[in-house]
């Protein structure tokens, strides 16, 4: 005949509700309630417990549950739909995955990326760089701050300069830029080099030395980074140009990276003009063979003489496969006739542009190396 009391089997059966319904591959259930079944009777007889010795002993039963479930989740004996679920919780996701660049979550998902731990702390501010990936086109870095509840301002509203070293030297790249993480404690600091405007590429490995000044700490956060150059899958240099009128535009080289589809141009105005509006802003956008346009992420523009030749390295998203053609379609950006600077906007909010069709190049793709 069971000694239990009722409030002990209704706490019990509760127990054992909660253990059941926990969606792991492995049985807790038995194990846990052999546990305490077997332990009820050492130390001490039933008949001196209290209720609230009662309550304890169930209470610890429940930690251990708990325990026992952490250790699940580290040696991931978990259910496919679970990995799925938890993978899916921004807390445990890449900066990468969710920070809405196709490539750099390609990158996440493909196992391109090099993760990290690297955490530095000033005056209870903590950040911490999580991941890098080098692709021979950019630098990407996903820098994110440990949460404080009292945190108004973004992450990237805090960082008031970022510097550079390689190999302890200083960077020479285009630029540096930061862009949105996957939240408003994280961002993502890209920087390319100058290997298409005249200067050296980026070695092949290299340590970087990321400094961070953060507003309201006077310490800047220094942490060193290990970078390696993933495989790039297909560089073209086609050597194909198109005039029309004073415009002189050249394809230098064309770029395919699983995470990055990179196009660097030349425009020479052959009458020796100055680059004034329109063609100080003209861009180019690049379709597949199917019609696709890809989506441009980043983009640098360099004068070479200060004056009519002009050198644009632009990023793109990749294409999920190699196209057997891309075609690129250079425009100019339509702006108010009344204002300088300012767009012509279309119905969606976006700068309205206009095509050169006499510009035009479809390139056939060699997806051999």
């Given at each position: 005949?069971?000694?239990?009391?009722?409030?002990?089997?209704?706490?019990?059966?509760?127990l054992e509700?909660?253990?059941r319904?926990?969606?792991?591959?492995i049985?807790l259930?038995?194990?846990?309630?052999?546990?305490?079944?077997s332990?009820?009777?050492?130390?001490?007889?039933?008949?001196?417990?209290t209720?609230?010795?009662?309550?304890?002993?169930?209470?610890?039963?429940?930690?251990?549950a708990?325990?026992?479930?952490?250790?699940?989740?580290?040696?991931?004996l978990i259910?496919?739909t679970?990995?799925?679920?938890?993978?899916?919780?921004?807390?445990?996701?890449?900066?990468?995955?969710?920070?809405?660049?196709?490539?750099?979550?390609?990158?996440?998902?493909?196992?391109?990326?090099?993760?990290?731990?690297?955490?530095?702390?000033?005056?209870?501010?903590?950040l911490?760089?999580?991941?890098?990936?080098?692709?021979g086109?950019?630098?990407?870095?996903?820098i994110?701050?440990?949460?404080?509840?009292?945190?108004?301002?973004?992450?990237?509203?805090?960082?008031?300069?970022?510097?550079?070293?390689?190999?302890?030297?200083?960077?020479?790249s285009?630029?540096?830029v930061?862009?949105?993480?996957?939240?408003?404690?994280?961002?993502?600091?890209?920087?390319s080099?100058?290997?298409?405007?005249?200067g050296?590429p980026?070695?092949?490995?290299?340590?970087?030395?990321?400094s961070?000044?953060?507003?309201?700490?006077?310490?800047p956060?220094?942490?060193?980074?290990?970078?390696?150059k993933?495989?790039?899958?297909?560089?073209?240099?086609?050597?194909?140009?198109?005039?029309?009128?004073n415009?002189?535009?050249?394809?230098e080289?064309?770029?395919?990276?699983?995470?990055?589809?990179?196009?660097?141009?030349r425009?020479?105005?052959?009458?020796n003009?100055?680059?004034?509006l329109?063609?100080?802003?003209?861009?180019?956008?690049?379709?597949?063979?199917?019609?696709?346009?890809l989506?441009?992420?980043?983009?640098?523009?360099?004068?070479?003489?200060n004056?009519?030749?002009?050198i644009?390295?632009?990023?793109?998203?990749?294409?999920?496969s190699?196209?057997?053609?891309?075609?690129?379609k250079?425009?100019?950006?339509?702006f108010?006739e009344?204002?300088?600077w300012?767009y012509q906007?279309?119905?969606?909010?976006?700068p309205?542009?206009?095509?050169?069709?006499e510009?035009?190049?479809?390139?056939?793709?060699?997806?051999?190396?």
């Amino acid at each position: 005949m069971s000694t239990r009391s009722k409030q002990e089997d209704k706490e019990l059966n509760q127990l054992e509700r909660l253990i059941r319904e926990t969606p792991m591959e492995i049985d807790l259930v038995n194990r846990t309630m052999n546990k305490y079944e077997s332990s009820r009777y050492t130390k001490q007889s039933e008949s001196s417990r209290t209720p609230k010795k009662i309550r304890q002993r169930v209470m610890m039963i429940v930690a251990s549950a708990a325990i026992i479930f952490s250790l699940v989740f580290v040696t991931s004996l978990i259910s496919p739909t679970m990995a799925a679920t938890i993978k899916q919780v921004p807390v445990l996701s890449s900066i990468f995955k969710l920070a809405g660049d196709l490539g750099l979550q390609i990158a996440d998902e493909k196992g391109l990326s090099t993760k990290l731990n690297t955490i530095v702390t000033h005056d209870d501010f903590t950040l911490n760089v999580s991941e890098v990936v080098y692709d021979g086109a950019r630098v990407s870095i996903g820098i994110e701050r440990l949460h404080k509840e009292d945190e108004k301002e973004t992450l990237m509203e805090r960082i008031n300069n970022i510097e550079l070293l390689i190999n302890d030297a200083p960077v020479k790249s285009i630029g540096i830029v930061m862009k949105p993480g996957k939240d408003n404690d994280s961002a993502i600091i890209e920087l390319s080099d100058l290997r298409n405007q005249g200067g050296s590429p980026f070695p092949e490995q290299f340590d970087l030395t990321v400094s961070a000044t953060i507003a309201g700490i006077q310490d800047p956060f220094k942490i060193d980074i290990p970078v390696n150059k993933i495989e790039n899958y297909l560089t073209l240099q086609p050597n194909v140009s198109r005039e029309y009128k004073n415009i002189h535009f050249s394809v230098e080289k064309v770029e395919f990276t699983p995470i990055t589809t990179g196009l660097t141009t030349r425009v020479v105005l052959t009458d020796n003009s100055i680059f004034t509006l329109p063609l100080l802003t003209m861009g180019v956008d690049i379709f597949d063979d199917q019609g696709h346009k890809l989506k441009l992420i980043g983009g640098d523009g360099w004068n070479a003489t200060n004056g009519n030749i002009h050198i644009s390295d632009r990023r793109f998203q990749p294409f999920e496969s190699i196209p057997k053609t891309i075609t690129l379609k250079p425009y100019i950006h339509l702006f108010d006739e009344k204002e300088m600077w300012v767009y012509q906007m279309n119905e969606n909010g976006d700068p309205k542009i206009q095509y050169i069709p006499e510009l035009e190049v479809t390139l056939p793709i060699n997806s051999q190396k």
